[in-house]
């Protein structure tokens, strides 16, 4: 099994209705959630890891970029794996991922060649597994180059 990947900020956005239980499944695993805007965050966490504390703790919210991710594997599904012609979508979804996880200060997408290789790897995959699941490690060696630190700051 891969090793965990931490990020600075964990995303997750849940309604007020939804936080008192999101907040208590986070609780019983560890995390320590944060209100920050329209988002919960965990800071210096796994997304998967957090991700699966909503999931056992029963909160209908989830990890932001795991809701992007199934939005890409979603994408990737219906287009049986190919990516000719729609390159530019694969880009737009992939930014998304980061975008929405608020990561864009740590990652810029790769070139739509690499993200098409991964696209065709992940339907291949899924076809053949039936795990309809990216962790979020295989999504940023896949998907993502690592910005330099200076521009963290």
Not at 46 to 64: F, I, K, Q, S, Y
Not at 127 to 151: H, I, Y
């Amino acid at each position: 099994m891969n090793s965990p990947l931490v990020e600075p900020v964990v995303r997750i956005r849940c309604t007020v209705e939804q936080e008192a239980r999101t907040r208590s499944a986070l609780g019983a695993r560890g995390f320590a959630p944060e209100r920050s805007l329209t988002w919960l965050v965990v800071r210096d966490a796994d997304p998967d890891a957090v991700n699966e504390a909503l999931a056992a703790g029963g909160a209908a919210t989830r990890v932001a970029v795991r809701e992007r991710l199934g939005a890409l594997l979603g994408w990737v599904l219906d287009h049986g794996g190919r990516v000719e012609g729609r390159e530019a979508a694969l880009e737009r979804l992939v930014s998304r991922v980061v975008e929405e996880g608020g990561l864009t200060a740590r990652y810029a997408a790769r070139d739509a060649a690499a993200l098409g290789v991964a696209a065709a790897a992940w339907h291949e995959r899924l076809m053949t597994t039936g795990a309809a699941l990216l962790p979020w490690r295989d999504f940023v060696a896949a998907c993502c180059t690592e910005r330099p630190a200076a521009s963290l700051s």
